[in-house]
């Protein structure tokens, strides 16, 4: 059924190096973007890589998915160099899957997010002379210790500065910055990313005792939520809680390369009373968490737009974070930022005072169905 606010119909070719039913964060914002395209009308091919023993074609929720190739396996690090290299042949492959498909299709225009793409769809949009629109996610850009003689970053560079298209979105200021800089695409940054009726649902579903106040009233509830790696700095998170007083307790929700480092921490530190380490929870059960916690602990070295920053924010549970990403130009009385080695002298200060419940104003300006929103307005408008 069309959606009333659907201006016109498209035939939309989606590329995605994540898709449905994969479980990241990438693929699930794709994943919406397809279904709000088709609930307005519009008719949505994607195209995937494969993974394990998916089927080449299905049709879901409207939603034409395409697996021609293999990418990337499983537990091989995309940007290592066995990942680039098996990224690099399904490109390869695709290119002519991709020129096929376009010949004996009526596509309107082509969205492409992920930077495995944007030099091959630039080139079809030269060969069939279809309007282009590309998103940047992730980034070498966001990285605080940016090197110019990486390999990531001169890739990133080239697809800057000659595959983005007619019109680039991003969302984090310093990835705007350069695309300004260097691309003659126009650009536009948008925001989104709380699933949002997941967090009403959570907070609908919880119990009272799931969302009480710590059951001590001098214990203050810190949270960690996100993958136990090098780049997220979990270890640094135990080190801080050592350091603070003991009336601070920690959870940790995630798992990774570093599980077992961080679980030998805690251990040789003996706050084994002080830190629950949860592994990986379902969604809502860690929304839950988030919002029966006192504060959440952003940690990263870089991320480009932490949806669980946002997820926090909705909940009314203040954040403490790294100045990572987008996060710097967010204006929000419950997010603070800082480096890392100031959080010991910085959370004392922080008031932990907040409302119970969500806040809808927070939850709608975050949420992933604004983002669709946005994306599906700039496709209209390089069609029109």
């Not at 949009?125 to 850009?141: C, D, H, M, N, R």
């Not at 996060?327 to 119970?356: C, N, Q, R, W, Y």
Request: charged share 25%; hydrophobic share 40%.
């Amino acid at each position: 059924m069309k959606s009333q606010d659907s201006k016109t119909s498209m035939h939309v070719l989606m590329l995605a190096e994540d898709f449905y039913p994969v479980k990241s964060g990438g693929a699930f914002i794709d994943w919406n973007v397809a279904k709000h395209l088709t609930e307005c009308g519009d008719k949505v091919t994607v195209v995937t890589p494969r993974v394990d023993s998916l089927p080449a074609r299905e049709t879901t929720e409207g939603v034409e998915i395409r697996r021609p190739f293999s990418g990337c396996s499983e537990g091989i690090p995309p940007n290592s160099i066995r990942g680039q290299a098996r990224r690099i042949i399904y490109a390869l492959l695709v290119f002519p899957y991709l020129l096929r498909l376009i010949w004996r299709h009526n596509f309107d225009v082509i969205y492409s997010t992920n930077h495995l793409y944007h030099p091959i769809v630039t080139t079809l949009k030269v060969i069939f002379g279809l309007p282009l629109v590309t998103f940047v996610g992730y980034s070498p850009s966001i990285r605080n210790d940016l090197s110019l003689t990486d390999p990531l970053v001169i890739l990133e560079r080239m697809n800057f500065r000659f595959f983005m298209g007619d019109r680039a979105l991003c969302q984090t200021p310093s990835v705007m910055e350069e695309l300004n800089r260097l691309s003659a695409a126009k650009t536009s940054r948008i925001d989104g990313t709380v699933q949002k009726q997941t967090v009403l649902d959570a907070i609908q579903n919880a119990t009272k005792e799931q969302v009480a106040p710590a059951t001590k009233e001098s214990t203050v509830r810190l949270i960690y939520v996100g993958r136990l790696s090098s780049l997220k700095q979990p270890l640094e998170v135990v080190s801080l809680l050592d350091e603070l007083p003991h009336k601070y307790e920690l959870v940790i929700v995630g798992d990774g390369p570093q599980r077992d480092e961080v679980e030998e921490m805690v251990r040789n530190r003996q706050l084994e009373n002080r830190i629950d380490l949860t592994g990986r929870l379902e969604h809502e059960e860690t929304l839950q968490t988030i919002y029966d916690s006192d504060l959440l602990l952003l940690s990263s070295k870089a991320d480009a737009y932490p949806a669980v920053v946002f997820e926090a924010l909705s909940l009314n549970t203040p954040v403490l974070a790294t100045p990572v990403g987008v996060l710097p130009m967010i204006d929000h009385p419950l997010l603070t930022t800082a480096k890392l080695s100031a959080f010991e002298d910085v959370l004392p200060a922080i008031d932990l005072g907040t409302d119970d419940g969500i806040d809808k104003e927070t939850l709608e300006q975050f949420s992933v169905d604004r983002f669709t929103r946005d994306v599906r307005a700039q496709l209209v408008a390089v069609t029109e």
